[in-house]
């Protein structure tokens, strides 16, 4: 018995240990960046075997299992970096929310938005129920950039108590991200350029020509600057890095869990049991931050992300 537990012990250290070291790669092969988002996920999987490993005097796999912590934790470095906290005259609330298209609790999922009465709102999987009922998001917000359809779905809105000019829809950009992005005029002479973005999946979508295509997209959007959205990317990914180098903005730091789905499967969805932060917001040099926090979305398997940030009065 105990031969056979060494064996799926060393298994396992063996396996993560690979994981984590491809993880690393993902500049070279975009599709092994997925395993980079598992980082942290790797990192405690560590304690159990290493303490195993331990107790049946299997020194060797103890100290592979302390190798792929110490990979593991130094490409995580990512969560404590973030923006000076700036000051500015000026200061601003904005909410990411994606919320969940087939979400079956749409008043809460209303109230809840309504309530937080963030200045500038960034939805992702959104359809027309948010327009519906006594707490519509249409009489908080009297500007908005959405895609106009007949059907439900309207995918990727801002929502703004401030007038917004040059704005853009990326829904029928074949390479663009889902989203839009437009220029919001807080005060006479404050303003700052908004996109908002829903990025596909690593594996399943067209990630990698959705962040390269940024590079065009962010010509039209002068400083200061703020990116907010589903980036379906960690923090510490080498997708979340190339966005932050192609649009000269950095996201503001801290853990915080986003998403708390399911992964799908042949088998069925599988749960996440630790789940993955991969709503963010970016900020450019000019934007200070106040305050960062999450907030719960009824019927949505994300979190919102609601920002405090801070603008000069030129």
Known sequence: MKRLLRAILSALSAMTLVAVLLGYLG????????????????????????????????????????????????????????????????????????????????????????????????????????????RSLALLYPFRLSLNTSGQTLRTVIWSKFPMRDGRLLLEDRAGPTGAHAIVEVAPGVEFS??????????????????????????????????????????????????????STRRIGGFRVTWQGAYPTVIGDIPSPLGLQIDHALVSAEVGVATAETIAIPGSDHRGLKVSLTLANS
Not at 72 to 90: I, Q
Not at 232 to 237: E, F, R
């Open 27 to 134: 500049g070279v092969v975009f599709s092994l960046d997925m395993l980079a988002h598992f980082r942290l996920h790797f990192l405690l999987l560590c304690l159990p075997i290493a303490m195993l490993s331990f107790i049946l005097g299997a020194w060797q796999i103890v100290w592979r299992v302390c190798v792929v912590a110490i990979l593991a934790l130094a490409g995580l470095g990512a969560l404590w970096e973030s923006p000076e906290r700036g000051s500015g005259d000026v200061q601003i609330t904005l909410l990411a929310a994606n919320l969940y298209h087939d979400n079956p609790e749409t008043e809460e999922m209303r109230r809840v938005l309504y309530d937080a009465d963030a200045d500038v709102l960034v939805t992702s999987e959104t359809t027309k129920s948010v327009l519906a009922g006594e």
């Open 194 to 247: 908004l996109l908002a973005v829903h990025m596909a999946h690593n594996l399943f979508g067209n990630q990698r020509e959705q962040i390269e295509a940024l590079d065009r997209i962010i010509e039209r959007l002068p400083m200061p600057r703020v990116i907010l959205g589903d980036f379906n990317a960690t923090a510490w990914s080498f997708a979340l890095r190339r966005v932050e180098t192609l649009t």
